[in-house]
C-alpha cells in the first residue's frame, strides 16, 4: 500500500462567499461545486492543486507565530517572478537558493506559498 498524490487541502473560513472571490481574484482557483450546506465544501482548483472551503462555525482566536498548526499550503507554479509582479505588495519574496517563494496571506491569515524550484 502506499498513499497516490494530496488531493486537497481543506480550510475554514469566516467568510466562505468572501474567501471564495479572494481564491478565484487573487491565485485565478474555479470554484468547482455547488454546496448546499456549510457542512459541504466548495471545491476551488483543479485537483493536485485545490483546496476546499468550509464555513467555519466558530471563530478561532488569533494563532501566535510559530505555534501548532497547519504552517502554509504551497503550490508550485513555474514562474514565480511573474506572480511577484501580479502580488505586488500583497507577497514576500524569499530566496531559499534551490527555490524562489512568495507568502502572503489569504483574508482569514492562513499563509499561502508560491514556489519554483530553480534547475
Not at 479572494?22 to 476551488?44: A, C, H, I, K
Not at 488569533?62 to 511573474?82: P, Q
Request: hydrophobic residues 35%; proline residues 3%; charged residues 30%.
Amino acid at each position: 500500500m502506499k498513499l497516490g498524490r494530496l488531493d486537497h487541502v481543506s480550510l475554514n473560513v469566516s467568510d466562505r462567499a468572501r474567501s471564495i472571490d479572494w481564491y478565484r481574484e487573487t491565485l485565478g482557483l474555479e470554484q468547482r461545486n455547488d454546496p448546499s450546506g456549510d457542512d459541504e465544501p466548495v471545491f476551488m482548483g483543479d485537483f493536485g492543486s485545490c483546496i476546499a472551503l468550509f464555513q467555519a462555525q466558530v471563530v478561532s482566536p488569533e494563532r501566535a507565530e510559530e505555534s501548532t498548526g497547519m504552517r502554509h499550503l504551497c503550490f508550485l507554479v513555474d514562474d514565480v517572478h511573474a506572480w511577484r509582479g501580479r502580488l505586488g505588495e500583497l507577497a514576500r519574496f524569499e530566496d531559499h537558493g534551490n527555490a524562489h517563494s512568495l507568502y502572503f496571506r489569504d483574508p482569514d491569515g492562513h499563509v499561502v506559498e508560491l514556489t519554483t524550484y530553480l534547475r
